[in-house]
């Protein structure tokens, strides 16, 4: 599974910004895809994440300002965030999760993208 970021840039704060993220490979064997973030000096956290049934879960900090959705006739994740604010300047990396089952088992696999930055900042 390959997957490629885009949307981020500079936007002010109480702006809104969309980022997308396209899946490519098996994405059949994908079971969830989400988007995580990293900012300066911190450590990659989860910002939201979204099963094949349709549940999402968010980070408390961006519940209510931001919706995860995916188009799976595009094989496309997507972050639509609103009121953003300069805390929410971080690189932001598309996540997915693959499961392998086997006679053996099962067998998770996590696929990143490179990332792309948002700057919340005037």
């Known amino acids: 599974v390959q997957l490629v970021e885009s949307g981020g840039g500079l936007v002010q704060p109480g702006g809104s910004l969309s980022l997308s993220c396209a899946a490519s490979g098996r994405v059949a064997d994908i079971n969830s895809m989400g988007w995580y973030r990293q900012a300066p000096g911190k450590e990659r956290e989860l910002v939201a994440t979204i099963t094949n049934s349709g549940y999402t879960n968010y980070a408390g900090s961006v519940r209510d300002r931001f919706t995860v959705s995916r188009d799976y006739s595009q094989n496309t994740l997507y972050l639509s965030m609103n009121s953003l604010k300069p805390e929410d300047t971080a690189v932001y990396y598309c996540?997915?999760?693959?499961?392998?089952?086997?006679?053996?088992?099962?067998?998770?696999?996590?696929?990143w993208g490179k990332g792309t930055l948002v700057t919340v900042s005037s």
């Open positions: 996540h997915a999760h693959v499961e392998v089952v086997t006679i053996e088992g099962t067998t998770g696999f996590d696929y």
